[in-house]
């Protein structure tokens, strides 16, 4: 089975989930036997980890057609891509992109990230894709996101080959419901046409049926997993005085700061032992230090502020609590980080991992009380802290990436009829 | 000749209400009692009435042959009491017919007997008075909360004078051993056995209408025949259950109480008999001892696991039991009455993570912050009667005085009376 996946992201350069899931699904998936992956993305670093699958860069793609020697391909793109593969890729432009601003290789300059001309990058996507379609040989498309559905839709349209499309998010969780019709076209326009929806929740699944009108029976959840975290013993917990309890991403309304503020302050208000730190940035971060201190906390209450790579996992790991009270989180997979380094989560019920969660606590997003509760309980009933701590370990190492891609493979051999 | 010995078991946890951290110290009532009503009134009507009619019926229809046992826990009785007295009043008039037994138990079917033998025993008696005030007489047979049994327990139970005790039929413990015989404590042969029938009893508690199950339909005939069937030398067949599987768990129209009318007529057929608890160990000699050196339960893991097997349950039993002496010390009724309800062994179910029988949390850990949070308001009270300050061997040094001072003057005054007497013979 060869799959051809369009994709934005890929580690190690990321910037949101996105590339994380890609990559643990295709790591996941590369173990089956027969599974061959080549996963596009806009413009890899070169850095990729390319063990297990195939990683074509987009900006390496030519889609209008210039005359080069070897050797000035050679030295243009040598490191990322072998000349002879541009020469042969170049004999699949079969349409006229000169309307496209190109390169001297004939190739788009994308930016891999979120520019503020997203959607014409997403269209210049499409015409790359329509490259690979006439060169590459696969049996089945898979988009992830709706950034790489055009693209995805077009390979269809050409090639008559079975689309998927996998769903990390819809811009019903990123706008709390007010939609940008443009990326709402885009969205419904992939799902329409694809044969098949991968969601990464019931939740995001729900969302699909109801919201973008498709049918329940083309709609499938396939939970995301967690790639094992490597030298786990590394975090080792320091001993401190106080507890302490940690927020950890984009304080933006989807991610529900506030309620964690208010939390916080019911907390405090019988016991004075714990310490509360909203990390990370964000358009109501302002607002979260205004409130902190309007409910005259801000002594107990912290804003470390952004957090990269591996300092995400030390400030997990040194947390007693992790809370995610999101009002609308397709998957979240921060709570299986925290609970890698052994950190208790707290997390809501509309956040898409609680489906497949035990030895978490639940609430909902708007039920300060519950959580306030459950924060306490933590950290005044030891026991409390040791089960989810050691419950909640072995729970999510047996939550793997090879199980998820079963399940997408399953949905492959149905669409493909290959079995 | 062979017996069936029937015994039904009636026990309701009063449920906690949702109870937050902020609550502690500001609010000391801890139930629900919306909730609770509700539900015992669910059962009086679905199950404990119509049962209660049903049984009443077959003891009048086979001239007294019929006979059974029950056992309400004290937490039950309360509810009963407040929410449903005709029950009490149905089962004074069960009790009159004198085929009917009532036995003992601890009061709030608690754990008491795994982690504090005074509170049990205190808690066992406080039922036998209940029972006794109720309906007139006072129990002989005894059986624990959830069945659960070791040879301790036994001993124990056997110096407050009861002859028989009713256990889980557990294979670790039977081997090849049939339950359907009498048998005996190890040390103290005079504390008789009497063990539960698994098969027997979960095909009309559990299995009774269940249509996937290979022996569905089960008819009165099959049941006693199976009986009949039986070795000549196997005495006493205990089907034992929780009396809601009449009429809620498995309805009324499953024919469960036509089942169970008719089961005397063919037992009478085939010359089966009935017999309570404490008849059958006065009647029918033991046959051998069985020895449960770890306590045992009719859970279906047939342990104790359920109530005290992960760190949860650990945490919150031993902070509740770490009060006994202070409890018993003091004369706050309604503080020694919240002791009773807490201990219930529900509290601690709901905490499992492999199986919350009967739980409304959602989840474990909701069942063991809302437990705790209860328990820390119960604890400052206790402690605002004896203060931790005071170190509890401090405190039971002064409670040995306390205790100890009637007996010490009684003695002195048997000795001054001694003393006057030899004095006045002189």
């Given at each position: 089975?060869?799959?051809?996946?369009?994709?934005?992201?890929?580690?190690?350069?990321?910037?949101?989930?996105?590339?994380?899931?890609?990559?643990?699904?295709?790591?996941?998936?590369?173990?089956?036997?027969?599974?061959?992956?080549?996963?596009?993305?806009?413009?890899?670093?070169?850095?990729?980890?390319?063990?297990?699958?195939?990683?074509?860069?987009?900006?390496?793609?030519?889609?209008?057609?210039?005359?080069?020697?070897?050797?000035?391909?050679?030295?243009?793109?040598?490191?990322?891509?072998?000349?002879d593969e541009y020469f042969w890729l170049r004999n699949g432009i079969k349409y006229d992109f000169t309307r496209i601003f190109t390169n001297d290789l004939g190739c788009i300059d994308f930016s891999g990230r979120y520019p503020d001309n997203l959607i014409e990058e997403i269209s210049n996507y499409e015409a790359v894709a329509s490259?690979?379609?006439?060169?590459?040989?696969?049996?089945?498309?898979?988009?992830?996101?709706?950034?790489?559905?055009?693209?995805?839709?077009?390979?269809?349209?050409?090639?008559?080959?079975?689309?998927?499309?996998?769903?990390?998010?819809?811009?019903?969780?990123?706008?709390?419901?007010?939609?940008?019709?443009?990326?709402?076209?885009?969205?419904?326009?992939?799902?329409?046409?694809?044969?098949?929806?991968?969601?990464?929740?019931?939740?995001?699944?729900?969302?699909?049926?109801?919201?973008?009108?498709?049918?329940?029976r083309k709609v499938t959840t396939v939970h995301n997993a967690v790639e094992p975290l490597e030298h786990v013993e590394s975090f080792v917990k320091k001993p401190r005085k106080d507890k302490v309890v940690t927020f950890l991403g984009r304080i933006t309304m989807q991610k529900g700061p506030e309620y964690f503020v208010e939390a916080a302050h019911r907390v405090l208000q019988r016991s004075k032992n714990v310490r509360f730190v909203m990390a990370g940035s964000g358009d109501m971060m302002d607002a979260m230090i205004d409130l902190a201190a309007k409910r005259g906390i801000a002594d107990r209450f912290h804003f470390p502020g952004f957090q990269r790579g591996s300092e995400v996992h030390e400030m997990l790991a040194q947390s007693d609590v992790y809370i995610m009270?999101?009002?609308?989180?397709?998957?979240?997979?921060?709570?299986?980080?925290?609970?890698?380094?052994?950190?208790?989560?707290?997390?809501?019920?509309?956040?898409?991992?609680?489906?497949?969660?035990?030895?978490?606590?639940?609430?909902?997003?708007?039920?300060?009380?519950?959580?306030?509760?459950?924060?306490?309980?933590?950290?005044?009933?030891?026991?409390?802290?040791?089960?989810l701590r050691e419950l909640g370990l072995e729970e999510v190492n047996n939550i793997k990436w090879y199980d998820a891609g079963l399940k997408v493979r399953d949905i492959y051999n149905l669409v493909t009829g290959m079995h | 000749m062979k017996n069936i010995c029937f015994y039904f078991e009636i026990h309701q946890p009063l449920r906690l209400k949702r109870y937050r951290f902020f609550d502690i110290g500001q609010d000391h009532y801890y139930y629900d009692d919306f909730q609770a009503e509700e539900r015992i009134r669910g059962m009086v009507e679905q199950s404990y009435l119509p049962a209660n009619r049903t049984i009443a019926e077959m003891i009048r229809s086979s001239n007294g042959k019929f006979k059974c046992a029950f056992s309400i826990s004290g937490v039950a009785l309360e509810q009963l009491e407040q929410y449903a007295p005709e029950v009490i009043d149905s089962f004074q008039e069960l009790a009159k017919t004198g085929s009917v037994e009532f036995l003992a138990e601890p009061y709030a079917h608690s754990l008491a007997s795994l982690y504090n033998t005074d509170e049990f025993v205190e808690q066992v008696n406080l039922h036998a008075d209940k029972i006794e005030q109720l309906f007139g007489k006072r129990p002989?047979?005894?059986?624990?909360?959830?069945?659960?049994?070791?040879?301790?327990?036994?001993?124990?139970?056997?110096?407050?004078?009861?002859?028989?005790?009713?256990?889980?039929?557990?294979k670790d413990v039977l081997g090849w051993k049939s339950p359907n015989y009498v048998y005996h404590h190890p040390s103290n042969p005079k504390l008789k056995l009497l063990v539960r029938n698994n098969k027997l009893s979960d095909d009309i508690a559990f299995r009774f209408s269940n249509r996937a199950w290979a022996d569905f339909p089960l008819t009165s005939e099959k049941f006693v025949s199976r009986i009949a069937e039986a070795s000549d030398g196997e005495q006493i067949f205990n089907v034992w259950m929780g009396y809601e599987a009449l009429g809620f768990y498995q309805h009324p129209e499953s024919g469960i109480f036509?089942?169970?009318?008719?089961?005397?007529?063919?037992?009478?057929?085939?010359?089966?008999?009935?017999?309570?608890?404490?008849?059958?160990?006065?009647?029918?000699?033991?046959?051998?001892?069985?020895?449960?050196?770890?306590?045992?339960?009719?859970?279906?893991?047939?342990?104790?696991?359920?109530?005290?097997?992960?760190?949860?349950?650990?945490?919150?039993?031993?902070?509740?039991?770490?009060?006994?002496?202070?409890?018993?010390?003091?004369?706050?009724?309604?503080?020694?009455?919240?002791?009773?309800?807490?201990?219930?062994?529900?509290?601690?179910?709901?905490?499992?993570?492999?199986?919350?029988?009967?739980?409304?949390?959602?989840?474990?850990?909701?069942?063991?912050?809302?437990?705790?949070?209860?328990?820390?308001?119960?604890?400052?009270?206790?402690?605002?009667?004896?203060?931790?300050?005071?170190?509890?061997?401090?405190?039971?040094?002064?409670?040995?005085?306390?205790?100890?001072?009637?007996?010490?003057?009684?003695?002195?005054?048997?000795?001054?009376?001694?003393?006057?007497?030899?004095?006045?013979?002189?």
């Open positions: 089975m060869k799959a051809l996946m369009f994709g934005w992201e890929f580690p190690p350069h990321i910037l949101g989930g996105l590339g994380t899931a890609s990559y643990g699904l295709t790591k996941g998936m590369s173990l089956q036997q027969d599974m061959e992956i080549t996963f596009v993305i806009p413009k890899p670093h070169g850095d990729e980890d390319q063990s297990f699958l195939k990683i074509i860069g987009a900006c390496n793609v030519p889609v209008v057609w210039k005359d080069n020697t070897w050797e000035h391909v050679n030295n243009r793109i040598g490191k990322i891509m072998h000349p490259v690979l379609a006439h060169q590459l040989e696969f049996d089945v498309i898979h988009s992830h996101d709706w950034l790489t559905y055009p693209a995805g839709v077009f390979v269809k349209r050409i090639t008559g080959k079975p689309l998927v499309i996998h769903v990390h998010a819809t811009d019903f969780d990123r706008s709390r419901g007010k939609v940008n019709p443009t990326v709402y076209n885009i969205e419904k326009t992939g799902m329409d046409i694809a044969d098949h929806i991968i969601t990464v929740s019931n939740l995001t699944r729900k969302i699909v049926i109801e919201k973008y009108h498709q049918d329940p009270p999101s009002v609308s989180e397709p998957f979240g997979i921060s709570p299986l980080e925290a609970m890698q380094v052994g950190t208790p989560s707290i997390i809501s019920y509309q956040s898409g991992c609680a489906e497949i969660l035990t030895h978490v606590i639940k609430t909902d997003y708007w039920d300060i009380d519950a959580m306030a509760d459950a924060v306490y309980s933590i950290v005044t009933n030891p026991s409390m802290y040791k089960s | 002989t047979a005894v059986h624990n909360s959830e069945l659960i049994y070791s040879d301790e327990i036994g001993e124990v139970l056997q110096k407050m004078g009861y002859k028989t005790v009713l256990i889980e039929q557990v036509e089942f169970l009318k008719a089961v005397p007529f063919h037992a009478i057929e085939h010359s089966i008999g009935f017999v309570l608890p404490s008849e059958a160990t006065k009647k029918l000699e033991a046959v051998d001892s069985l020895s449960f050196t770890h306590p045992t339960s009719w859970a279906e893991s047939k342990d104790i696991s359920v109530w005290n097997g992960n760190d949860l349950q650990h945490e919150a039993l031993s902070k509740l039991y770490a009060v006994s002496e202070r409890v018993h010390l003091c004369n706050d009724k309604p503080l020694q009455h919240d002791w009773l309800l807490l201990q219930t062994t529900d509290n601690f179910r709901y905490m499992s993570h492999s199986d919350s029988f009967g739980t409304h949390y959602v989840s474990p850990y909701e069942a063991f912050t809302n437990y705790m949070n209860v328990l820390a308001d119960f604890l400052d009270r206790v402690d605002a009667q004896y203060p931790t300050t005071i170190e509890n061997e401090e405190l039971n040094a002064l409670l040995k005085t306390i205790n100890n001072q009637e007996k010490e003057i009684a003695e002195l005054e048997e000795e001054i009376k001694k003393l006057k007497s030899r004095k006045e013979k002189k």
